[in-house]
Structure formats: structure tokens, C-alpha cells
């Protein structure tokens, strides 16, 4: 076999020399750190400038799932992680990535691969609107008015975006078709449908894909979760519950959002990887530490805590916080309602509580001297406010 030399990676032996990449189901599984995922755009902080490709990666590198879209966010001018762009004119009728930005996707997967072993790649795959440029304008794929004029879609785009046609049988298998080829690239090990899905089309994508990732974002809808069933492999779980100091818009509640995690855990195809994702202010650590306890006590997948979505910059932007860098490690069993209504569980490096709003004030205490996450206090006894929640880790003191 010719070896083609390619300026990637910086230097040839360090991709020639790279480590075989774990299997999906490993990657996909526990992780022996606190999952969080990248929904389309950054951290955006500046402990972690995006300036070049190496920026990127490092950023990117901190999360467990990423997925991103090559239509819409290049649009937008926003530099992908990845980076693979569909090679034709009309994006909805490509049968390949173009040669250099697939090669260079690639090397973008085993520099990230490189710094954390266990993420997971996705595409977004446009079923419900999209650009105008997405298809010709006459194309049967799209949903019509009765006049014959394009229906119009969501409207934030840098272009106009109309609606498609998901009940078009031809439409679907375009869909499974490129869905197939994104994964045979090697670039992907999955997909990802907004928009709650549409089942015909997801179940024409996994007969296309077979074993590759599928998640789909119904909120904390259970219906919607059953529904799907073993179709897929976890849900994008959007929501911005109610809660102190939290003056958003609001979407499902923090006792949906436990509900949810519990059924979604249970429900989907294995390797399962939901994903949920809290809005709120970037300084509300109180918010933050109750979606990503709520998370880990009640789920293995991953959690994101980013900017409400109508604030005028760009959704799903975010800080990293601290907090979620503690060695945890794996979980050493599920979690339990503890009799004063807060839920815990145990990790190879610790616990995790999560406190319900609403449930008031609660003592949590240990057999052993741990350090508290958030403060760093030391102790056998802590107080836990309602609405939030704490890891306890060991420590030499």
C-alpha cells in the first residue's frame, strides 16, 4: 500500500504512529471523567482561545460528544472541528465529502482521539429545513405551498431555510444514503436529528448505518423516547427548567428532566449515550452543579450547562467549569433516594448527591473525611441547599 504524505498532523510519524482508537462501545461507555458534550458551537472562555486548528482541538478535546453540521454552522463562518464539507454545489445531493477537507477531518479525529480517547463524533443530519442552497429550488424534496412556492422554515439562518418534505420515501433514503457515507468516511460514528426526528426517515437511516450512533433531541418527551425505542441510542435533551435566580425562557422541569433520564437509560439501543443539556447564566454555579449532578446520579451520558438559547449570540456557547474536571472516575452502582429526598451515588473516586428543587435543605454525611467539589471545604458533614447538587472527593487531610 502507498503511503501519501500529507501535512496534517504537523509531522507524518505522529500520525503514522498514532494508537488504534478504542472500540465505539468503549468510547461511548463510562469514562473514568465527568462527560460533557459540544451541541454544535465552543467553549466559549478564555482559558481556551480558538485562535488556530490546534486551539480548536485542544477546546474540543475536553468534551466526550461532539457533533457538528456542514451546511448550516459554515454559513455562519463558524470553523468546524472536524470539518468535513460536502462536495457539490447543493449540499442535500452529495455523494462524498470533498478529498482535502476529509483528509483533514480525519487527522482533526486522531489529533483529538490523541488527547481524550473516549469522545464520539456526529453528524446533523437536515431532515426537517435548511438552507435555500441546500437543494435546487425545484427539487421534489422540498415541502410546497399550494402555489407551488418553497414553504418557509426556521427563521435565524444566515439564509432563508424552508421546510422539506420528510414523508417524500426518496427524500428518506437520500438521508440514509448520506447518513451511510458519513460514517464510511470514517470521520463519523454516528448521527444526530433536531427537530424531535421523524420516524420513518431515523428508521431508514439505521438500516442504512447498522451498528452507528443515533440520538435524537426530544427534550425529556417519554412518549417520544418509547416511541423510538431501540431505534436509537439516546436523546439530545434540550430543556431549561425553573429554578432560583433562572429568569428564562423555560422548557420541561427538573423533575421531567430526572423522569427522562431514568426511562431514556432504560429504553434505547446500547452503546446508550443521552445527552443533557441545561440553560442558564454562566455564573449561576448553583444551576450548573444541579444539571450535572441530576446527570451523573441518574445517567451515565453527558451533560452541557451553556448560554439560553434567545440570548443573540450563538446557541449552545459555554464555559468550562472546574467542577467538572474532578476525578470521579467510573460509577460503582446506580444511584439511591436517600430518605431525605436527595438522590446519591457512588464513584470509583467519590459520590455525587443531587438535591431537588423544592426539597429543602439536606445533611450529607460520610464515614470518612471527603473534600467537597465546589469549596474545597473538608469534612464528615455537609449541608446541601435544595436545587443543587456536589461531588465529594477523598482527600489527604
Not at 498532523?9 to 469514562?31: F, H, I, K, M, Y
Not at 432504560?266 to 443539556?277: G, I, S, W
Not at 469549596?375 to 458533614?381: I, K, L, Q, S, Y
Amino acid at each position: 500500500m502507498r503511503k501519501i504524505l500529507v501535512p496534517l498532523c504537523g509531522l507524518w510519524l505522529a500520525c503514522a504512529s498514532a494508537p488504534a482508537e478504542l472500540p465505539l462501545a468503549e468510547r461511548a461507555g463510562n469514562a473514568r471523567q465527568i462527560k460533557v458534550f459540544q451541541a454544535w458551537n465552543p467553549i466559549d472562555h478564555a482559558d481556551y482561545p480558538l485562535a488556530d486548528n490546534a486551539d480548536r482541538l485542544r477546546a474540543a478535546a475536553k468534551h466526550a460528544v461532539i457533533w457538528e453540521e456542514p451546511v448550516s454552522q459554515l454559513g455562519y463562518g463558524v470553523q468546524l472541528v472536524l470539518g468535513a464539507q460536502w462536495d457539490h454545489q447543493h449540499g442535500g445531493l452529495a455523494t462524498r465529502f470533498t478529498q482535502k477537507s476529509a483528509q483533514q477531518a480525519l487527522a482533526n479525529r486522531r489529533v483529538m482521539l490523541g488527547l481524550n480517547p473516549h469522545m464520539v463524533f456526529l453528524l446533523e443530519v437536515r431532515w426537517r429545513d435548511a438552507p435555500g442552497s441546500f437543494l435546487p429550488e425545484e427539487s421534489p424534496y422540498w415541502k410546497r405551498n399550494a402555489d407551488g412556492t418553497r414553504v418557509k422554515g426556521w427563521d435565524n439562518g444566515p439564509e432563508p431555510y424552508y421546510l422539506m418534505d420528510p414523508d417524500n420515501p426518496e427524500f428518506a433514503a437520500n438521508i440514509a444514503r448520506q447518513c451511510k457515507l458519513a460514517l464510511d468516511s470514517g470521520i463519523y460514528d454516528g448521527v444526530m436529528f433536531d427537530w424531535d426526528g421523524h420516524p420513518p426517515i431515523v428508521r431508514a437511516v439505521r438500516q442504512a448505518i447498522g451498528e452507528g450512533l443515533i440520538i435524537v433531541n426530544i427534550h425529556d418527551r417519554i412518549d417520544e423516547g418509547r416511541a423510538y425505542g431501540k431505534l436509537i441510542n439516546g436523546a439530545f435533551m434540550e430543556l431549561s427548567p425553573a429554578g432560583p435566580g433562572y429568569r428564562g425562557r423555560t422548557l420541561g422541569s427538573w423533575e421531567s428532566s430526572r423522569k427522562a433520564l431514568l426511562e431514556f437509560e432504560q429504553a434505547f439501543r446500547e452503546p446508550r449515550v443521552n445527552c443533557f443539556e441545561v440553560w442558564g447564566g454562566r455564573d449561576d454555579l448553583r444551576r450548573m452543579r444541579a444539571a450535572t449532578t441530576l446527570m451523573l446520579t441518574h445517567s451515565n451520558g453527558a451533560v452541557l450547562y451553556a448560554d439560553p438559547n434567545p440570548l443573540a449570540s450563538p446557541d449552545h456557547l459555554h464555559d468550562w467549569y472546574a467542577f467538572w474536571d474532578a476525578p470521579l472516575g467510573k460509577p460503582t452502582g446506580e444511584a439511591r433516594k436517600r430518605q431525605d429526598g436527595a438522590y446519591q451515588r457512588r464513584f470509583e473516586g467519590g459520590a455525587a448527591v443531587y438535591n431537588p428543587l423544592g426539597n429543602g435543605a439536606v445533611t450529607i454525611e460520610f464515614d470518612q473525611k471527603l473534600e467537597r467539589a465546589s469549596d474545597g471545604e473538608v469534612g464528615t458533614r455537609f449541608e446541601l441547599q435544595d436545587a443543587d447538587g456536589d461531588l465529594f472527593l477523598p482527600t489527604d487531610d
